[in-house]
């Protein structure tokens, strides 16, 4: 048996075969046709910069560069923190904008109610701050319906703008975003208030940063053992020294140009 074998390769040789190794071809791997086929049918991951430049019209970070700033302040309401928030603008008569986390606005209504008492704006932050591009779509509507719905019963209406939590969202999203009239709404000044730092660390990474037409980020509720000490601190002198310099402090809609409300 071996001879012959050994036989008939020596012809296959001679007739000018090329014995490959069966490793070098796997029924299981795919042509390279069909992985280009697989690949262009698979939707295109893009970053959120991508997604900022691609929906221009539906997802913010800034506003026009003119001397306005808007203040936004993120996981409201908040008995810790959010009366201590409104005290302090109350004083400066500054009006901020303030992104409602439903479940917490269930628990605390009466707080939403004065922060809109006051003159403020309120938006939409999820029912419970989940990341958002890692729900299922279905999943990702009701946060956004079902805390539209409890803001329009305290506030009287349904916010147009939406703050993903972690600044997170997908092209998908946004597109249902889009069709439904909303506006995403991140920011470009990021206080890191949330990290617990001191009144000067808030202070300093504000400050630096702001320019004409900022969005800036800060925090008036938090989770448990969270510490915004350093935000109340700060934040009076963060508006003494950005009216210092001939800002004006505004809600995200006199900053946008777009109703606070959802048509």
Known sequence: MRVRLIMLLVIFIFLGGDPAPVSSWDASTPSSEAVSGSDSAEEEQLTLGQLRQKYADTFKTNGPSTKKVALTFDDVPDPRY???????????NVRATFFIVGSRAEKHPDLVKRIVK????????S???PEFSKLSMNAFRKQILHTGDIIRRLAGYTPKMIRPPYGDINEEQLRWAAKQHYS?????????DWKGLSKEQV???????VKPGSIVLQHAGGGVGSNLNGTIEALPEIIEELHNRGYE???????LGLPKAKD
Do not use: R
């Open 127 to 129: 029912y419970n701050h």
């Open 118 to 125: 006051e003159g403020h704006m309120v938006g939409n932050h």
């Open 203 to 209: 202070k300093d990474n504000i400050l630096s940063a």
């Open 249 to 255: 402090l505004v809600t995200l809609d006199e900053m």
């Open 82 to 92: 959010t009366p201590q928030v409104l005290d302090v603008l109350s004083k400066y």
């Open 184 to 192: 995403i709404v991140n920011w470009n000044v990021d206080s890191l």
